[in-house]
């Protein structure tokens, strides 16, 4: 059986009632307003894990404590890895060169980006309900 080979990992940061969205910088570097999960880019050779940990640390200058795996999102052509965690810590230094803007949301207003067509990949609000029904000891 061959093994996806992912584009990117991203990762769902629940703390309370809400998660961390942000708005990744684009070619033109204007804010559009399209929200997406912090994350980017797995190098060569890297697993989809380590590299959710080291964008993470690249965009927020924070640490996460486990992981848990929420799916694989297909996104133009490409497979993206999600992970989600609940996270206790404290943003650093944000990567303005990386991230235009970051806040968070509670569910209903992630509901809200996606019927407003707000949402980078459109697979955001799907992998944060599954993520939250995991929390909750579903699937």
């Given at each position: 059986m061959?093994?996806?080979?992912?584009?990117?990992?991203?990762?769902?940061?629940?703390?309370?009632?809400?998660?961390?969205?942000?708005?990744?910088?684009?070619?033109?570097?204007?804010?559009?307003?399209i929200?997406?999960?912090?994350g980017?880019?797995?190098?060569y050779?890297?697993?989809p894990?380590k590299a959710?940990?080291?964008?993470?640390?690249?965009?927020?200058d924070?640490?996460?404590?486990?992981?848990?795996d929420v799916g694989?999102?297909?996104?133009?052509?490409?497979?993206?890895?999600?992970?989600?965690?609940?996270?206790?810590?404290?943003?650093?230094?944000i990567?303005y060169?990386?991230?235009?803007?970051?806040d968070?949301?509670?569910?209903?207003?992630?509901?809200s980006?996606?019927?407003k067509?707000?949402?980078?990949?459109?697979?955001?609000f799907m992998?944060?309900?599954?993520?939250?029904?995991?929390l909750k000891?579903?699937?």
């Amino acid at each position: 059986m061959k093994a996806i080979k992912y584009r990117t990992s991203r990762c769902i940061l629940k703390s309370n009632n809400a998660f961390l969205m942000v708005v990744h910088n684009n070619y033109r570097g204007e804010n559009n307003g399209i929200w997406g999960l912090p994350g980017g880019r797995i190098d060569y050779g890297e697993k989809p894990l380590k590299a959710a940990r080291r964008e993470i640390k690249e965009e927020l200058d924070t640490t996460m404590g486990e992981l848990v795996d929420v799916g694989s999102y297909s996104y133009k052509g490409y497979q993206h890895k999600v992970y989600g965690t609940e996270f206790d810590g404290e943003i650093g230094r944000i990567d303005y060169s990386e991230l235009l803007e970051v806040d968070w949301f509670t569910l209903d207003e992630v509901r809200s980006l996606a019927e407003k067509k707000k949402l980078h990949a459109g697979f955001e609000f799907m992998s944060i309900e599954r993520f939250s029904n995991i929390l909750k000891g579903g699937y």
